[in-house]
């Protein structure tokens, strides 16, 4: 089946320092992928969809300077929390949709803990 | 605005009981319903994925079920096991492909 990669999948690192995640489609090419973030005991937030070549599309709310997202072949997507502070401290989920007929599924990576100290 | 809720919000059953996890969405007009499952820290594994013109789907021990009109989805899980125990979630899909989410049901099957 098809598999998306997140990596790295824990990361504390202290205020202030910027974070790269990375998420791969390992098996399909995606023209669209989404960055989702969880809070304990919450439901998943979608934050951004990005397609491939183009700039990403943020959620209200969500601070595009923050939160830098590059899309920049159609198996990777990078989601980059610049200045970190203790409040962005969350689970950061991305997903894949595989192709682009209406009824293909997501496929979800296994997540990012980000610690901010 | 799409709202997913989801009941109970924590389950606990014994080994091999039969159970029926329900989510509900103030907006009818979806593309489709997809059910995960996600294990404590980790990402989520796609359960089922029911069409908007489709009732119900079944894979093996699960079967989904689809009211678009009431705004409501079933997940049966049948003879329970201590491995189904997970947070269950449940998202539909609205337009330009975003998933809405429920805050999920948190599910223990006691041995």
């Known amino acids: 089946g098809a598999v998306v990669s997140q990596h790295p999948s824990w990361v504390i690192c202290k205020s202030g320092t910027s974070v790269k995640i990375e998420c791969r489609s390992l098996?399909?090419?995606?023209?669209?992928m989404f960055w989702y973030r969880q809070f304990p005991k919450q439901s998943l937030m979608l934050m951004a969809t990005?397609?491939?070549?183009?700039?990403?599309?943020?959620e209200q709310g969500v601070e595009k300077d923050k939160f830098l997202i590059n899309h920049a072949s159609l198996t990777l997507s990078t989601l980059t929390v610049t200045s970190a502070h203790p409040e962005d401290s969350s689970f950061y989920i991305c997903?894949?949709?595989?192709?682009?007929?209406?009824?293909?599924?997501?496929?979800f990576g296994d997540g990012t803990r980000l610690s901010i100290l | 605005k799409q709202e997913v809720t989801q009941i109970p919000a924590a389950l606990s059953v014994p080994e091999g009981e039969n159970l029926v996890l329900n989510c509900s969405f103030t907006?009818?007009?979806?593309?489709?319903l997809q059910w995960f499952r996600q294990d404590p820290g980790k990402g989520l594994t796609s359960l089922l994925l029911?069409?908007?013109?489709?009732r119900e789907q079944t894979s093996g021990r699960l079967n989904a079920s689809l009211d678009k009109s009431s705004g409501r989805s079933t997940l049966y899980i049948a003879a329970s096991q201590p491995g189904d125990s997970a947070t269950y979630l449940c998202?539909?899909?609205?337009?330009?492909?975003?998933?809405?989410f429920g805050k999920g049901t948190l599910l223990t099957v006691n041995p």
């Open positions: 997903s894949a949709r595989e192709g682009t007929g209406e009824s293909q599924p997501q496929h």
């Open positions: 098996d399909f090419q995606a023209t669209t």
């Open positions: 990005s397609n491939e070549g183009s700039k990403a599309t943020y």
């Open positions: 907006d009818s007009a979806i593309y489709n």
């Open positions: 029911i069409q908007s013109s489709q």
């Open positions: 998202a539909v899909r609205r337009s330009n492909y975003k998933l809405t």
